[in-house]
């Protein structure tokens, strides 16, 4: 009777993880429609980067040596968003023969873009001491993935 009682309650919980991810993903029966809805969520993502970075130049722009640090650091940015585009290239390539190759370069650069955000925030936007961060860690939802 336990084992049986265990394995119902696995089953449940399996089932109940697996309709809440169907809950999480995107809407849609197509991939055009489920393509449009993660293009939204990486918008979004993409405009948290963009704050963060802000945030990071303002910080930036009161360092030691202001000018070379800010060079520095767009060169960097420059630089990532090369790696962000060969990579996910590579995915939409690896993928290229079926449909599901524009959600996984668009789940590869959700996933690049969220790293990115946390990067910057841990690196200019916290401080060694207690000193609050100059914006809140970022909060990554994969709604709609």
Same mark, same amino acid.
């Given at each position: 009777?336990?084992? $049986?009682?265990?394995?119902? &309650?696995? /089953? ?6 697996? $309709? /809440? ?12 429609? %489920?393509?449009?809805? $993660? ?8 405009? $948290? ?25 767009? +060169? ?9 585009? /060969? ?16 959600? !996984? /370069? ?5 996933? &690049?873009?969220?790293?990115?955000? !946390?990067? %910057?925030?841990?690196?200019? &936007? +916290?401080?060694?001491?207690? +000193? ?14």
């Amino acid at each position: 009777m336990k084992i $049986q009682t265990v394995l119902l &309650l696995s /089953a449940a919980s399996v089932l109940c993880t697996v $309709q /809440a991810r169907a809950a999480d993903k995107c809407p849609g029966l197509t991939t055009p429609e %489920i393509a449009d809805c $993660q293009k939204q969520v990486l918008d979004k993502a993409q405009k $948290q980067m963009a704050r963060y970075i802000a945030a990071a130049e303002g910080r930036i722009r009161q360092s030691a040596d202001p000018e070379h640090a800010l060079a520095d650091f767009h +060169t960097a940015q420059q630089h990532w968003a090369q790696y962000q585009k /060969a990579e996910c290239n590579a995915a939409y390539e690896a993928w290229s023969d079926g449909t599901i190759r524009f959600s !996984m /370069a668009l789940t590869c650069m959700l996933r &690049l873009t969220h790293s990115r955000t !946390m990067d %910057i925030w841990q690196m200019w &936007l +916290t401080y060694p001491d207690s +000193t609050p961060p100059t914006l809140p860690k970022p909060v990554f939802t994969n709604e709609g993935w």
